[in-house]
């Protein structure tokens, strides 16, 4: 049995010394324990549907990025809301985009090229790019007379 931070653990001795057979002893497993509460679940879904990073979460939280990693891994409800709260920030962000192209005129700007970028490096957009390839007379004539 463990404690809700899973730092405690109970285990039942066996032939240890100072102990009974079956008596439960606890051990603190060592480390800090978890600073990790359920409710998280849903201030995070919040935080990002308006927009903001899973990455800001921690900040607002006053902990480091890689303890909400570490949460994901060990609260599969985090990392739940963490995939929710990242469609919801996608949904924001569309949103902001769809609305971007009704505005315009120098009283109500719409930088386009900052919500690009800001997609691209959020949610991998990527420019399309055609490639084609050829190969010169010269090259074909020497890869045959290689291959002879």
């Not at 998280?40 to 800001?56: Q, T």
Request: glycine content about 8%; hydrophobic content about 35%; proline content about 3%.
């Amino acid at each position: 049995m463990s404690d809700e931070n899973n730092n405690i653990i109970e285990i039942p001795t066996k032939k240890m010394a100072n102990h009974k057979d079956g008596e439960v002893v606890t051990i603190n497993k060592g480390g800090r324990p978890t600073d990790y509460d359920p409710s998280y679940c849903e201030r995070l879904i919040k935080h990002m549907e308006s927009g903001l990073s899973y990455e800001a979460f921690a900040g607002e939280l006053g902990v480091a990025k890689q303890t909400i990693y570490n949460w994901e891994k060990a609260h599969p409800e985090f990392l739940d809301a963490k995939r929710v709260g990242a469609s919801k920030s996608q949904l924001f962000w569309e949103k902001a985009g769809v609305h971007g192209m009704f505005m315009g005129g120098k009283d109500n700007p719409f930088n386009a090229t900052v919500w690009v970028f800001n997609m691209k490096n959020r949610f991998g957009w990527r420019d399309r790019v055609e490639q084609t390839h050829s190969v010169s007379e010269e090259t074909k004539k020497l890869v045959i007379n290689i291959a002879k």
